[in-house]
């Protein structure tokens, strides 16, 4: 298994609080992903990094900023939380760009009350 | 826009029986990628097999093979001699390649394993 971890795996907070979400691997590799997971949308890209200080948006990405100080972690923050973003949070991480199969962590379950 | 879809939302098998899970997607692409992912109740979401669209030979991973037909852009999953652990939700990826990132996901099938 990819050594993909994620940090907190469960978390309850109230509405407009800020709320960051850890990710960490330790393979190295480049590309780095945070998708949410919705009943009825599957996986959705959130936010993606391509490189230390390099990151970019995906699909749903309002509400939503990372930061990649360290190859090893990326970081996802929502400045303030809505009950719309109750959600499951995966992390992924691939050694090339879109060509290379994507590695999964076990994923953030967060609830916004 | 790429689109995925998964036709069918639950699926059954008895054990030691085969089961064929579909995809069909959407694109003006020559060139892509295709994946299963595997996610059971623990949330992990663990990759299945992988299909390059430029190999005509279809990805083989043990029991699990794939049935891609490129021209109807269909992408179909075949458990073979299925097992109680194989009981999850499936989602078929696409992925488009190329500089523009997109990795899209279908909304899944739930597959039942009965003893």
């Known amino acids: 298994d990819a050594g993909i971890t994620q940090s907190p795996r469960h978390k309850v907070t109230e509405t407009g609080t800020p709320v960051t979400l850890r990710c960490h691997q330790t393979e190295n590799h480049r590309y780095m992903y945070w998708y949410r997971q919705d009943p009825g949308h599957g996986l959705r890209l959130i936010h993606y990094?391509?490189?230390?200080?390099?990151?970019d948006k995906g699909e749903v990405s309002d509400g939503y900023s990372v930061s990649r100080s360290k190859t090893e972690d990326f970081l996802l923050t929502l400045e303030s939380a809505t009950s719309s973003q109750t959600s499951v949070y995966f992390c992924a991480i691939s050694q090339d760009f879109s060509t290379d199969t994507q590695y999964f962590g076990p994923g953030t379950r967060l609830t916004v009350l | 826009a790429q689109t995925v879809t998964q036709s069918q939302p639950e699926m059954s098998v008895q054990e030691a029986e085969t089961v064929t899970l579909s995809c069909t997607y959407d694109t003006s692409e020559s060139d892509y990628y295709l994946f299963w992912y595997k996610q059971p109740p623990s949330r992990q979401m663990i990759l299945v097999i992988r299909q390059e669209a430029y190999k005509q030979q279809n990805a083989t991973e043990n029991r699990f093979s794939v049935n891609f037909q490129k021209a109807a852009k269909s992408f179909s999953l075949k458990i073979s001699d299925s097992q109680l652990g194989d009981a999850a939700m499936y989602f078929c990826a696409y992925d488009s390649g190329g500089s523009n990132y997109k990795l899209t996901f279908g909304k899944g099938t739930l597959l039942t394993v009965n003893p």
């Open positions: 990094s391509y490189g230390v200080k390099d990151t």
